[in-house]
């Protein structure tokens, strides 16, 4: 599957920016509703995560200050004078519970989000096929391989970010994609996903570059409807991606896109 996947992206011709712009508005008007449903999910995994880290720097401050208050009397204390190097254990604490919490989080977000590009190309295509439950993807086969996914493309935009962000505008195309192939090669490994996703954003950084500004500009024209808008809209930035795959890899007649049953390999 991984080879013929390569095959298909090297054989591959770009895709016309305006058609695909075209058909992204016209299948947007038939999974808007949907669309909407699936932000309200993503909103709501995200919830747990800003509350822990909230949650986890009252705590280190908090416990630092008493540590401080009962060394030396509450009127030491002032968190003006600077940083605590006592602190230092507190805070990368914090920061590996934030980042584990954020993989989960990012595992949740992947799931849900392949989950809807099920539901695009069944519209799309005006398939009967069955696309399951909006968690299908995070059935126990495929939960570490997920989850090893999430803290791969985590770490990738972290070094990327650490390096005067300048890669990340790089970065950001194939990571996009990888969600994507993800989604119709779910029974690719992490690796063999990432490689087929860079392969891919390398060939046509340009017009995808182009794709996902354009449709994330678009996606937030909900803005101009007092706000509430914007949760209606937020869901067009995957579609324009959708036709990206669709036009260049294409979908195979077999099952091998269909939504995962047995995905052992991560």
């Known amino acids: 599957m991984y080879q013929r996947l390569l095959s298909k992206i090297e054989q591959s011709t770009s895709f016309d920016f305006g058609d695909v712009l075209s058909k992204s508005f016209d299948l947007f008007k038939k999974v808007w509703v949907e669309g909407f ?3 309200l999910l993503l ?3 995200s919830i747990p995560v800003i509350l822990i880290f909230y949650i986890g720097m009252f705590l280190v401050v908090g416990v630092n200050a008493f540590a401080t208050n009962a060394a030396g009397g509450f009127d030491t204390y002032n968190a003006s004078e600077g940083f605590d190097p006592a602190m230092i254990p507190s805070f990368i604490g914090l920061f590996l519970l934030v980042l584990i919490v954020g993989a989960i989080m990012q595992t949740l977000s992947i799931a849900i989000s392949a989950h809807f590009y099920q ?26 391989k997920l989850f090893v996914l999430s ?29 994507v192939i ?24 340009l017009p995808l570059f182009g794709l996902l500004i354009l449709g994330g500009l678009i996606s937030y024209a909900g803005i101009i409807a007092c ?40």
Do not use: R
Request: glycine content about 6%; aromatic content about 16%; overall charge neutral.
């Open 37 to 39: 449903v699936h932000l």
């Open 227 to 266: 706000f509430v808008g914007v949760f209606f809209t937020a869901m067009f930035a995957y579609i324009p991606m959708y036709y990206a795959y669709k036009d260049t890899v294409g979908f195979d007649d077999d099952a091998s896109d269909a939504v995962p049953s047995q995905l052992e390999k991560f």
């Open 182 to 205: 993800f989604a119709f090669n779910p029974e690719l490994t992490v690796k063999e996903n990432l490689s087929a996703s860079f392969k891919l954003g390398n060939k046509y950084w």
């Open 151 to 179: 803290l791969a493309s985590m770490g990738i935009a972290l070094v990327a970010a650490l390096a005067c962000y300048l890669p990340l505008l790089y970065v950001i195309v194939p990571l996009s994609m990888s969600l």
């Open 119 to 144: 539901v695009c190309k069944k519209a799309d295509l005006g398939t009967h096929n069955e696309t399951g439950g909006y968690f299908v993807y995070l059935q126990k086969a495929s939960f570490k």
């Open 43 to 45: 909103m709501a995994i």
